[in-house]
């Protein structure tokens, strides 16, 4: 699917860049990300080396590269690259993972919805931090669709508010980031989006979802059979999903009702867990909950408690 591309901006435009955050990226995922910019600026933050064919995929766009020799966890990636993005004078930042695939034009027709959603006349709940895509999966590639959380609150035309837009698709507003603050780069993966979004709900700022623009998204690891979620991921991501649920319900600005659900989510994957998982399983989940009621955050390796294997 593409979209029309918008007209020749005025200087007085806002200004649009694309950002992405990469860890050994697949190069083959990356020549698709830049196919879709339409020469549209790329940031982009290495959390590691960076090898040539990924650097060649990028060369094929207007890219600037910023690399640490070390992977310092997707929320310090983002958080730096955003910066660079304000320095250079953008507006706007299309937040993207390193398998995104926007099509053709999606930029320019996100940032028309954003300009169009914070216009006088536009009735919302909140000024809009985030104007996303809808994220489908892929066809025939066996990953399942992500569920929204919606929010029940006024939002502009053509869009429904959200509690939060993930990171994959999602057209930042630099002035937002400002007032709302950056990621929670002791997060180091796993539910920066959501803390982030519940975070701008509280200071003024909302998240909002045009469900007829639509992007491709790989959530998770592809399925196998009917296998539930929890028993695909890796075990070091089960330990950065259970400690940072956990983190995340203790904060004041998360609604009681976000927090009753995904606890409760969390038990019932416990559970799954302890049923099903193979030997050892149940460790990164212990680990995660132990960090997180000590406080214990950032990347794995600096924490206590009981390590996960893998």
């Given at each position: 699917m593409s979209y029309p591309v918008a007209p020749t901006r005025t200087p007085s435009a806002p200004r649009a860049c694309a950002v992405v955050v990469v860890h050994k990226p697949d190069p083959r995922h990356l020549a698709r990300l830049v196919a879709g910019l339409d020469g549209v600026r790329l940031l982009t933050f290495?959390?590691?080396?960076?090898?040539?064919?990924?650097?060649?995929?990028?060369?094929?766009?207007?890219?600037?590269?910023?690399?640490?020799p070390v992977n310092l966890g997707?929320?310090?990636?983002?958080?730096?690259?955003?910066?660079?993005?304000?320095?250079?004078?953008?507006?706007?930042?299309?937040?993207?993972?390193?398998?995104?695939?926007?099509?053709p034009g999606l930029v320019a027709a996100l940032l028309r919805r954003h300009v169009a959603a914070r216009s006088p006349q536009a009735a919302r709940s909140a000024d809009p931090a985030v104007v996303a895509p809808a994220l489908?999966?892929?066809?025939?590639?066996?990953?399942?669709?992500?569920?929204?959380?919606?929010?029940?609150?006024?939002?502009?035309?053509?869009?429904?508010?959200?509690?939060?837009?993930?990171?994959?698709?999602?057209?930042?507003?630099?002035?937002?980031?400002?007032?709302?603050?950056?990621?929670?780069?002791?997060?180091?993966?796993?539910?920066?989006?959501?803390?982030?979004?519940?975070?701008?709900?509280?200071?003024?700022?909302g998240s909002y979802v045009a469900p007829d623009l639509v992007m491709p998204h790989r959530w998770g690891e592809p399925a196998q059979g009917r296998a539930p979620q929890i028993l695909r991921h890796a075990p070091l991501r089960n330990y950065y999903y259970a400690r940072n649920v956990l983190a995340t319900a203790q904060l004041a600005h998360v609604p009681w009702g976000w927090r009753a659900r995904s606890c409760a989510t969390l038990a019932a994957q416990i559970a799954v867990l302890a049923l099903k998982g193979g030997p050892g399983a149940l460790r990164p989940i212990r680990a995660g909950l132990a960090d997180a009621l000590a406080g214990r955050m950032g990347a794995f390796a600096e924490g206590g408690g009981e390590r996960p294997a893998g």
């Open positions: 290495a959390n590691g080396p960076l090898e040539d064919g990924a650097r060649a995929a990028l060369a094929a766009v207007q890219v600037r590269i910023e690399e640490s997707l929320g310090a990636g983002l958080n730096a690259i955003v910066d660079r993005a304000r320095a250079e004078g953008f507006s706007h930042a299309l937040l993207l993972d390193q398998d995104s695939e926007p099509a489908a999966p892929p066809a025939g590639e066996g990953y399942r669709p992500i569920r929204y959380a919606w929010r029940a609150a006024p939002a502009p035309p053509g869009l429904r508010a959200v509690d939060f837009a993930p990171t994959s698709g999602s057209p930042l507003d630099l002035a937002a980031f400002e007032v709302v603050g950056p990621f929670r780069a002791d997060f180091f993966i796993a539910g920066l989006d959501v803390e982030w979004g519940f975070r701008a709900w509280s200071r003024g700022w």
